[in-house]
């Protein structure tokens, strides 16, 4: 059913419709009402030095040796970004034709972006950074692709990093091949008034192994939508994510993990804290078709609310057509256990110290999937500053 | 070292009195055994002593080294020099036990404005005590508690003490649960910290627990209240007459 709508001047803009409530996917996160003036595209900010070279000093990987690929207000950065021994290719992928709004609205934005292929072992660590600078509102997109070929194994890191008011749309497609492994980190820290929205489409061939973990951390509006389909036998994808969120933020992520063939593993984890009056959404679907016997899936999502007004809804889905299968989900919601926090003060630690141990522990079980040591430890650090800040 | 006077206590949201008039003295290098029946008040006892939520002193107060205890935090109680081995250790998934016992140690100097221990003093510092308490070095990189057998709890619970050097250890029901070895290894670890300025408050059911750590007194708490005190001795009566004539007495 099509209910036509008057179009928002934000729709006019983009010149696309974009999705409100009454679409079920959509329920908690009407992008029609929250994206509520026009944010116009292309708008070749310039942006100063200075500018740029704080906002990279500000990722939380800052330290770590990263062939870094930078865009800079949704343009590539050459001079900025490192090829060195990359297989890439320029221009936006178009293999994409998912029917997806924020698919069809990254596309209305008119994305930048390249192909990036990992051909063997590669012992780098690729970087993928967005960073946006202050300039009038505005919207910007980006739209890359991975290939990492049969038996070769990447590891790509995301960051997202800005300061104003704009709309940053980011599609990524992953294309793992057969025996190949990919380790994914994204770190979403937009500007406090940023709305981020990416979508991200993966796809894992016969004995693939996928290790992502996505950090929620900036941004006023987040919504990440993720799409991963197991193509061949034996493929095992491990997602975790973790949300750390205050004042009004919003983050709303929608897996779908597609298990078309038998034998594949897939499992999700997540740990979303909410302080104040921010509010977490998960959702997460799981299909497992006809044929796709000895599915092993099963799906998380935790939620510790630090304030009486933070919210956090979770919405598990499974659809299983296959009879002999493993699937799970467990969703909890609640704040600090006060048995916890007595035991530890009463070994002397104070009570806000305690809190952020305690705090810290929650949301360090999504930090375990991520394979490399010195990005873990990156990302408890950035973990401890946000509690810092508390 | 602690003087407590006429102590009643009722839950916060219910109007039963637990404590009905408790009074005790303790004073530094001795070690008090606290018996009693089931509900006489023991537990609450541990608890409204080391700050748990959830009571009200309704009545008495409780001096410790000359200050109001009761007006204290639950760490600034522990950096002051009060420690509680819980009868049911609380298992915190996510925090390595030994990142745990560093905080501690660290957050209970800091208070008392000592300078924090370097990292490597304070290994060896772990290490030396969890030997004596056969904890192995892979039982300290787990999470607090988790998955530790129920013996393993409480030799956790006294390595801590151990580590944090408490001046009045109060162990409750420390016995639960433990069979015969591991209770040895316990009891030689609480042995093992027995000092003159160290005073011990031991709460327990059973008079099996007093021939390994042997009191200097005996009370015996029943209905909120101490209604008998005696030496050594009055532990052995306990065993073998039972509780009933306290427990009538009352009723």
């Known amino acids: 059913m099509n209910i036509a709508l008057t179009k928002t001047p934000a729709e006019e803009a983009f010149g696309i419709a974009l999705p409100n409530r009454r679409m079920e996917e959509w329920r908690w996160t009407d992008l029609r009402a929250r994206i509520d003036r026009p944010y116009p595209a292309h708008q070749n900010t310039v942006a100063a030095k200075t500018d740029v070279d704080r906002l990279i000093a500000s990722s939380p990987f800052a330290k770590i040796k990263t062939h870094r690929i930078i865009f800079v207000n949704g343009s590539l950065d050459q001079a900025r970004s490192n090829f060195t021994g990359l297989t890439f290719e320029m221009g936006v992928p178009t293999s994409s034709a998912m029917d997806d709004p924020l698919i069809h609205l990254n596309g209305a934005i008119e994305p930048a972006g390249l192909t990036l292929r990992f051909e063997s072992n590669m012992d780098v660590l690729v970087e993928i950074m967005h960073i946006t600078t202050k300039g009038a509102a505005r919207s910007m997109a980006l739209r890359n692709c991975i290939e990492v070929a049969d038996g070769a194994s990447a590891t790509i890191i995301e960051t997202y990093l800005g300061e104003g008011d704009y709309v940053l749309s980011s599609v990524m497609e992953f294309e793992i091949g057969v025996g190949a492994r990919l380790d994914r980190v994204k770190v979403e820290h937009e500007s406090a008034t940023a709305t981020h929205l990416s979508h991200v489409v993966t796809s894992m061939a016969k004995d693939a192994k996928l290790n992502e973990f996505t950090l929620t951390s900036g941004g006023a509006l987040n919504r990440q939508n993720g799409t991963y389909t197991f193509l061949g036998e034996n493929a095992d994808a491990k997602i975790a994510g973790a949300y750390l969120l205050n004042s009004k933020q919003h983050a709303d992520t929608r897996l779908v993990i597609d298990h078309a063939v038998p034998h594949c593993t897939s499992r999700e984890v997540f740990k979303c804290v909410m302080d104040d009056h921010a509010r977490g959404i998960f959702q997460g679907k799981v299909i497992v078709r006809k044929h796709a016997q000895k599915t092993d899936g099963k799906q998380s999502s935790h939620a510790l609310l630090l304030s009486e007004n933070a919210e956090f809804d979770a919405k598990p889905e499974l659809e299983i057509y296959a009879d002999d299968v493993v699937c799970g989900h467990g969703a909890t919601a609640g704040d600090i256990n006060h048995d916890h926090l007595f035991y530890l003060q009463s070994r002397g630690i104070p009570e806000a110290e305690a809190k952020s141990l305690l705090i810290g522990a929650f949301v360090g079980e999504a930090f375990d999937g991520i394979v490399n040591d010195t990005m873990r430890e990156a990302m408890v650090t950035f973990a401890e500053n946000w509690l810092g800040q508390r | ?251």
């Open chain 2, 1 to 251: 070292m602690l003087k407590i006077e006429n102590l009643h206590v009722k839950l916060e949201d219910e109007p039963r009195e637990i404590l009905k008039g408790l009074s005790l003295n303790v004073k530094a290098g001795e070690v008090h055994a606290i018996m009693g029946p089931n509900g006489s008040g023991k537990s609450t006892l541990s608890y409204v002593l080391s700050g748990r939520d959830g009571y009200e002193v309704t009545e008495g107060a409780v001096a410790f080294k000359g200050e109001d205890l009761l007006a204290m935090d639950p760490n600034t109680r522990a950096a002051k020099g009060v420690f509680l081995a819980f009868q049911y250790p609380i298992e915190i998934p996510g925090v390595a036990t030994m990142q745990f016992l560093k905080v501690a140690l660290n957050s209970q100097r800091k208070a008392r404005g000592e300078k924090e221990l370097s990292i490597p003093d304070f290994m060896r510092f772990v290490k030396e005590r969890a030997a004596k308490l056969n904890i192995s070095q892979e039982m300290l990189k787990r999470p607090v508690n988790v998955g530790f057998s129920g013996g393993e709890k409480k030799r956790a619970e006294i390595l801590q003490m151990a580590v944090l050097e408490p001046s009045l250890c109060i162990l409750d029901e420390t016995d639960s649960g433990l069979d015969i070895d591991a209770l040895k290894v316990v009891a030689d670890g609480v042995n093992a910290l027995r000092s003159p300025d160290r005073a011990m408050i031991v709460i327990t059911h059973y008079q099996r627990l007093l021939d390994y750590i042997v009191p200097d007194f005996v009370h015996v708490l029943s209905a909120g209240k101490i209604v008998k005190s005696g030496g050594k001795e009055l532990a052995h009566e306990l065993e073998a007459n039972g509780y009933a004539e306290f427990v009538e007495k009352v009723a």
